[in-house]
């Protein structure tokens, strides 16, 4: 392909469907920019939307722009483009996180295009799950998905399962004593109520689920403070099955092959069948994330916690207009 092909609405369509990706509290903290001469999409993070308090070294930003990136990728090979992508190409500039071009090896992702279907599928979903279990080919097929993008998904042992899930519900009294991180989360929650943020980010109200009926619930509650009424109130699988993303090295660049990864995994995951939901609660404490891992396991580092099963999908959630993260130059 030359670099005169990617035209104004080729790029509008890839943006679209990379800003599909998931990003803490959905703030989604990137900007792109269409180089038109060399024909190549720049992508950066944008730290006017990061999380002082939750996120202060800008990891889940990081993250949620590396799912971006893999969006715009299975876009790019859903379209028979070639994308090949380097990682922070601005020293000087650690907020330019990657470029992409689309003059690779006629194989270069090509076996992305058929994850595109489970872009505009995927969704959060904060509802109780079954207890049916997931077949082991399935659990094997998305750590292959993680293998591809360099990290490592482990299925934790009944024991660590147990440590990692009563870490989960430790950050929750972590978040309920810290009074300014319940502000950074109301702040991205709309309620429906006069003067919140725009509608086209943020987690709306009908995407909250239902209120959790005992202390068990592996959900966060970003309801906590019950504003927003007529939220039945059930009871979660007593066994949640969870699945633990992680790196060797813990670095920036590390960050965004983990949301490369995570990324990969949810889609093959809704391309199979599952719900899905994220529980990075207790990865926003450093006095908790070191110890979600499992001391025997070579993962070094876990960047997300999957929660996966059977039961009803999310809704989609709002996104900003790609006008405001798209930029031609």
């Keep these: 392909m030359s670099t005169t092909d990617l035209t104004r609405p080729l790029v509008t369509s890839l943006v679209e469907d990379a800003v599909t990706a998931p990003s803490m509290h959905n703030a989604q903290p990137w900007k792109f920019v269409h180089r038109t001469g060399p024909g190549i999409i720049e992508l950066h993070g944008d730290p006017l939307r990061g999380m002082p308090r939750g996120d202060p070294d800008h990891r889940a930003l990081h993250l949620g722009c590396g799912a971006a990136l893999f969006g715009l990728r299975v876009a790019a090979a859903y379209r028979g483009l070639r994308p090949v992508v380097q990682l922070l190409p601005s020293p000087g500039d650690p907020w330019h996180f990657a470029d992409v071009r689309f003059t690779g090896p006629d194989d270069a992702d090509s076996d992305l295009g058929g994850l595109q279907a489970a872009l505009a599928r995927r969704h959060t979903s904060r509802f109780p799950f079954t207890e049916e279990r997931i077949p082991t080919e399935v659990i094997d097929g998305l750590r292959a998905a993680a293998l591809l993008e360099h990290c490592r998904l482990v299925v934790p042992g009944e024991w660590h399962a147990v440590m990692v899930m009563g870490l989960v519900h430790a950050s929750a009294l972590y978040e309920a004593a810290d009074e300014a991180v319940r502000a950074e989360i109301a702040a991205w929650t709309h309620t429906g109520a006069a003067g919140e943020g725009p509608d086209t980010e943020g987690i709306p109200a009908y995407a909250l689920g239902p209120r959790q009926y005992d202390v068990t619930s592996p959900v966060r509650d970003f309801d906590s403070r019950r504003r927003v009424p007529g939220r039945d109130a059930v009871r979660f699988e007593k066994r949640p099955q969870i699945a633990l993303l992680g790196t060797a090295e813990d670095t920036p660049e590390e960050w965004l092959r983990a949301g490369q990864a995570m990324q990969r995994v949810l889609l093959r995951a809704t391309l199979d069948g599952l719900a899905t939901s994220l529980m990075s609660q207790p990865l ?46």
Excluded: N
Aim: neutral net charge; without cysteine.
């Design 284 to 329: 926003e404490w450093p006095e908790l994330r070191s110890e979600t891992r499992d001391p025997g396991s070579t993962t070094g580092f876990v960047h997300m916690v999957f929660r996966l099963g059977y039961g009803p999908g999310g809704r989609a959630t709002p996104r900003r207009p790609v006008s405001e993260v798209l930029a031609f130059d």
